[in-house]
């Protein structure tokens, strides 16, 4: 099965500071997304990549995902409060229902 | 769009007892739904794949018969947690696809069940 390993597992930082967050896979990836979750509440979609060396932004968080489609990183430049949560990285299945497994995720805490 | 509502949002239940989860995709339909369980602190781990008109597809480890998965209609599907006790407490949440496969999952805000 696939595995993806997140780090740091936590993080704090001073609001304004950049960030990265990083997601390795144990197989190449089919996908990926990114998402960001509010701990006790749904998820919120932030980006996907499939290509090998695709970079996304959205706002202030840029994602890129590797040649080898095997790491991933999640930048957010300039960070504000509102940013704080989880934010967990999955992996697409190349399977019929490409299902859908998540990394160990990342606990973000930005301090005003 | 892609409206993903889920229902209860929590339920507190006797150990022993079922206790019904709903998953509706509100403004498209979902062949299929994922059903996702999550720890306290932890990541969301995959339990089973719910097609509509068929049955559940489960992960290994996930019994079957403990957590029942109905997929009735297009924009419904539903996990059931029989005979409930205190270990089966936690944080369900389910997702489903708009249209094709690439597309991204849109997630339920989540159901925590407690068993006393």
């Known amino acids: 099965s696939q595995e993806l390993e997140q780090s740091p597992q936590s993080l704090i930082v001073q609001e304004g500071k950049n960030l990265t967050i990083n997601c390795t896979s144990s197989?190449?990836?089919?996908?990926l997304y990114w998402y960001k979750q509010k701990y006790g509440e749904g998820l919120i979609f932030l980006m996907m990549?499939?290509?090998?060396?695709e970079e996304k932004s959205h706002e202030k968080i840029t994602a890129k995902l590797d040649e080898k489609k095997q790491q991933s990183s999640l930048h957010i430049t300039a960070s504000q409060p509102s940013h704080a949560g989880i934010y967990l990285c999955?992996?697409?299945?190349?399977?019929?229902?490409?299902?859908?497994?998540f990394g160990t995720g990342t606990k973000l805490q930005v301090i005003p | 769009g892609a409206v993903v509502s889920q229902h209860p949002s929590w339920v507190i239940c006797k150990s022993g007892t079922s206790v019904k989860i709903e998953c509706r995709s509100l403004?498209?339909?979902?062949?299929?739904m994922f059903w996702y369980r999550q720890f306290p602190k932890q990541s969301l781990m995959l339990m089973a794949t719910?097609?509509?008109?068929?049955?559940?597809?489960?992960e290994q480890g996930v019994e079957k018969d403990k957590f029942l998965i109905n997929h009735a209609s297009l924009t419904l599907s539903t996990l059931t947690v029989t005979s409930a006790h205190p270990e089966d407490s936690s944080f369900y949440i389910c997702?489903?696809?708009?249209?094709?496969?690439?597309?991204?999952?849109?997630f339920g805000n989540g159901t925590r069940l407690t068993v006393t």
């Open positions: 999955g992996a697409v299945n190349s399977g019929g229902y490409q299902k859908v497994t």
């Open positions: 997702s489903a696809r708009v249209g094709r496969a690439g597309s991204p999952l849109h």
């Open positions: 719910s097609n509509e008109g068929s049955k559940a597809t489960y």
């Open positions: 990549l499939q290509k090998g060396g």
């Open positions: 403004d498209f339909q979902a062949t299929t």
């Open positions: 197989k190449t990836l089919y996908g």
